[in-house]
């Protein structure tokens, strides 16, 4: 007797909301979107309207009344880009090997069914989110989308604050450049954004030059405090390969994308025209900040 399968919601069905928000929104290697403040609903270009008020206090002795402070409305533009995944399987280029099994179980129960679902969909999602972990912080000229380092050195370059780092100096010393060149409102929320090799060797030269102990558990969570300081380092898969280091409060760390109408896209499904199964992803993304003055880079390879 054959299996009945027709009553039985497929992997992706079952698991849509989770799958799109997952690669949308962060999964689970790259972890700068999730901590993103995020601007849903944006399709194209958007504003971002924001305002900083500054209270003048005043002598309040005798009688009388002086207005006096500001209230500034400013406005700054984001704009998002379309991306997409499409790929295909062919269940006959599993046959001959030990993922045959999975094909012919399938091929008894349903002609169409999708073997290997959701071990292929999970490491979609995992693969998607550490590419758009990169292209967060350095962009991607072939999907025209702005990364976070490019736009500190690019468009908001006069107002970015640039440290006083080099290649001659220890990570340590070019993260205490990046620090010591924040302005002191910012010190309680400042993140400093390591690639993991300097990262590692942060670690490395605070606990052997330093005599300095970082907590097992620190390492393993990629974040600690910096030595005498309140400022947060934190290990970023996004700036693998750049020599850079990057500081701005996470809440200064805009990404836009939609998830409140129809841009986001997940559908496997299987193709009678060619007898293939095939996967198509897609979304809406850019990224921005808020405040540009709020940003702190070092150029580390010079």
Known sequence: MAYT???????????KDT????????????????????????KGTQRLNYLDVDPVLQDGSGCGFSAQGSTVFTERDITVKPVKYN???????????????????????NADEFGFESEILGEVGRKIDEKLEKIVWQGDTALTITG????????DSASTISANTSSANTVYQNVKAVIMACPEYLLDKLVVF????DFRTLCFELTENSNLKIEKQEIEQGEFYFPATSVKVHKTFGLSGVKRIYASPWENLIYATDMMNDSE???????????????KVKWVMGVSTLYPDAVIVGDTSK
Not at 19 to 42: E, P, S, W
Not at 87 to 109: I, P, S
């Open 5 to 15: 399968v027709t009553g039985l919601s497929s992997y992706v069905e079952v698991n």
């Open 19 to 42: 799958l799109i928000k997952n690669v949308i929104l962060g999964y689970d290697k790259g972890d700068t979107i999730a901590n993103m403040r995020k601007q849903l609903g944006v």
């Open 87 to 109: 790929d295909q399987f062919c269940n006959d280029t599993l046959l001959g090997k030990y993922t045959e099994y999975k094909v012919r179980f399938g091929a008894n129960a």
């Open 148 to 155: 976070l380092i490019d736009l500190a050195e690019g468009a």
């Open 194 to 197: 390591l690639s993991p090799a």
């Open 265 to 279: 896209e997940y559908r496997v499904w299987f193709s009678d025209d060619d007898d293939l199964h095939k996967i």
